[in-house]
């Protein structure tokens, strides 16, 4: 079960790629995001301010703490797998990030760096499922 997951995770980011980044139109709809993110002040302000908050400070501290809220339950395997998911989803999507390449299919190409996968979204993604995965079934609702 847990293989047919995986494989259909990798099946997902796969196409999500040849989609998102290997089309003209996918990487019009990533140049308008970008766009509409830098004319609107407020909007620049706001996301600006959300990207600086999720950095590597923040993902020691929350990270740390998720492992503790497991070392804290007494779940010592709980602790190390909410660790390896963290540090390998993050180190994962790092590492696509420069294996993936982003032709240049629009012109002008706004974004000179590659933007798959979403580092940002990686941390905030791992640290949310991880935290899942050590509160007790109970409190995964809340």
């Given at each position: 079960m847990l293989?047919?997951y995986?494989a259909?995770?990798?099946?997902?980011?796969a196409?999500?790629?040849?989609?998102?980044?290997r089309?003209?139109?996918?990487?019009?709809l990533?140049?308008?995001?970008l766009?509409?993110?830098?004319?609107?002040?407020?909007?620049?302000?706001?996301?600006?301010r959300?990207l600086?908050?999720?950095?590597?400070t923040?993902?020691?501290?929350l990270?740390?703490a998720i492992v503790?809220i497991?070392?804290?339950?007494?779940?010592?395997?709980?602790?190390?797998?909410?660790?390896?998911?963290?540090?390998?989803a993050t180190?994962?999507?790092?590492?696509l990030?420069?294996?993936?390449?982003?032709?240049?299919?629009?012109h002008p190409?706004?974004?000179?760096?590659?933007?798959?996968?979403s580092?940002?979204t990686?941390?905030?993604?791992?640290?949310?499922?991880?935290?899942l995965?050590v509160?007790?079934p109970?409190g995964?609702?809340?």
């Amino acid at each position: 079960m847990l293989l047919a997951y995986g494989a259909a995770c990798v099946v997902g980011l796969a196409l999500c790629y040849l989609v998102a980044v290997r089309t003209g139109w996918g990487q019009h709809l990533d140049d308008d995001a970008l766009l509409g993110r830098s004319l609107n002040p407020r909007v620049q302000q706001a996301t600006s301010r959300l990207l600086r908050s999720i950095d590597v400070t923040s993902l020691a501290g929350l990270g740390g703490a998720i492992v503790l809220i497991a070392l804290a339950r007494a779940r010592v395997w709980l602790a190390v797998s909410a660790a390896i998911l963290i540090l390998g989803a993050t180190v994962t999507s790092e590492v696509l990030k420069r294996i993936l390449a982003r032709p240049e299919l629009t012109h002008p190409d706004r974004l000179a760096t590659a933007s798959f996968p979403s580092g940002h979204t990686t941390v905030a993604a791992s640290l949310a499922v991880a935290l899942l995965i050590v509160v007790p079934p109970r409190g995964r609702g809340l």
